[in-house]
């Protein structure tokens, strides 16, 4: 299994302003994947981020709300812009253990919980 | 719209019974079932998964049944343990038009094993 850390592990913000999500992976993979997790509610995909394109966003999420960076193979960044108390959920990455393609199970990080006052 | 429901949010066993947790979906071009457990300010961890073609799959103490007719899956778990009081999560994949696999979740199970 892939070992996966993000930073920071939870955050308090004021509204409107932005926060970036770093996730950090311990091995090369194709995909990584951003996930939200609302009090209550499952988790839902955000986008899949890709390396060296531009990341596939989920009916409901843009880009210029939740830009997403994948410089290389093991890293990824979210980014949290203009936030407002309804973006104060759980923020998720995880990865795919094989290739593309392939159905296999994801790895998920440890979350960052992000409150928006 | 729900496509992946798990129902119960929440299920007390005594330890050393059997847990059942139940999951539901509704697109019919789910064709992989992956269940996840969660523990509080940690990601979900992967358990168990089951591909269409099949109706049962057993790992350890772990058995995830699939009911494809009537969109049903379960996970069973015997002897329960009070390491496995979590958070279950039952998940769903098919490759999206973008030809990634996504996953759909469900909102999860609170499972709380009795001493």
């Known amino acids: 299994s892939a070992v996966i850390s993000q930073k920071p592990s939870r955050d308090i913000c004021q509204r409107g302003t932005s926060l970036t999500i770093q996730c950090q992976v311990d091995?090369?993979?194709?995909?990584m994947f951003w996930y939200r997790q609302q009090p209550g509610q499952s988790l839902t995909l955000i986008a899949t981020?890709?390396?060296?394109?531009?990341?596939?966003?989920e009916s409901g999420f843009v880009i210029d709300k939740f830009p997403i960076s994948r410089p290389n193979l093991t890293f990824s960044t979210l980014t949290v812009s203009n936030m407002s108390p309804e973006d104060s959920s759980i923020y998720l990455c995880s990865v795919d253990r094989t290739e593309k393609f392939l159905y296999n199970e994801q790895f998920f990080g440890p979350g960052t919980r992000l409150t928006v006052l | 719209d729900q496509q992946v429901k798990q129902n119960s949010p929440s299920l007390s066993v005594q330890e050393g019974r059997i847990s059942i947790l139940n999951c539901d979906y509704t697109?019919?071009?789910?064709?992989?079932f992956l269940w996840y457990k969660k523990y509080p300010a940690e990601g979900p961890t992967f358990l168990i998964s089951i591909s269409s073609i099949k109706d049962k799959n057993e790992d350890g103490r772990f058995t995830v049944f699939l009911n494809k007719s009537a969109k049903h899956l379960s996970l069973h778990i015997v002897p329960s343990q009070p390491g496995d009081s979590a958070v279950y999560f039952c998940?769903?994949?098919?490759?999206?038009?973008?030809?990634?696999?996504?996953?759909?979740f469900g909102t999860g199970t609170r499972l709380t094993i009795i001493p």
């Open positions: 091995s090369q993979v194709t995909m």
């Open positions: 998940a769903a994949s098919f490759i999206s038009n973008f030809g990634n696999e996504k996953l759909t």
């Open positions: 697109n019919s071009m789910f064709d992989y």
């Open positions: 981020a890709n390396q060296g394109s531009e990341a596939t966003y």
